[in-house]
């Protein structure tokens, strides 16, 4: 028996739109952990602040998979973690990896860093740049002599950047964090547009309104 035409189309439509979901369903982002905190999500970007708790094990989820981080000198340097183990189930590539971190110079001790950037209107083409999966990357906060800005990473099909903030309440760390799927197709300069309207608004309220 020949099906009706509109339910054939129908049924065709059904099959291809549960094959659409399935493929970008491994593009979706997670939901954020407990003490991440989402400010706001545009185009497939979403940003925020999180308190990181010191620990190789506690691990901090922005949506992309879990993180981690240590303390290494109190109060101003510490490592985040890549591959490190098979319970983070996605491994944590970092941009831009050096072999001695900046924070280790001068002492036996050496530590893989990272050449990080100033702000987000440097990220134009994050698919550019070189990822490197190592064990840990050593970072500096603002307050410390080795701080080297917002660090790029690359898990499964997620980018994302930490800026390491403070260390917060004993050897919690506080980060601001932006992520996206790999096939967004516009880069995290792109969230600037959004961060910013707050103080746009209120300078056109200030002289246009008030």
């Known amino acids: 028996m020949i099906q009706p035409l509109n339910k054939t189309i129908s049924t065709s439509l059904a099959v291809l739109l549960s094959f659409t979901l399935a493929s970008c ?122 701080y080297t800005g917002l660090l790029v990473f690359q898990q499964g099909k997620f980018y994302g950047v930490i800026e390491p903030l403070a260390v917060v309440n004993g050897n919690n760390l506080k980060v601001r964090w932006w992520v996206m799927p790999t096939d967004n197709g516009i880069d995290f300069v792109f969230s600037l547009m959004f961060t910013a309207w707050p103080c746009i608004l209120s300078v056109i309220l200030r002289y246009f309104v008030l």
Not at 35 to 58: H, K, P, Y
Not at 109 to 119: C, D, H, R
Request: glycine share 12%; with cysteine.
């Open 25 to 146: 369903q491994s593009n979706k982002l997670q939901e954020e952990s407990e003490g991440v905190q989402r400010l706001g999500e545009a185009n497939g970007i979403r940003w925020g602040i999180a308190t990181m708790r010191e620990s190789d094990v506690n691990y901090t989820n922005f949506g992309t998979g879990g993180h981690s981080y240590s303390m290494a000198m109190p109060g101003k340097t510490g490592y985040f973690y890549g591959k490190y183990d098979e319970a983070m189930r996605k491994t944590v590539a970092f941009a831009n990896v050096v072999d001695q971190s900046s924070c280790t110079q001068g002492s036996p001790e050496i530590n893989p860093g990272y050449q990080g950037f100033n702000s987000l209107k440097e990220l134009t083409d994050v698919s550019s740049l070189t990822f490197q999966e190592v064990k840990v990357v050593e970072f500096g906060v603002p307050a410390s002599s080795c």
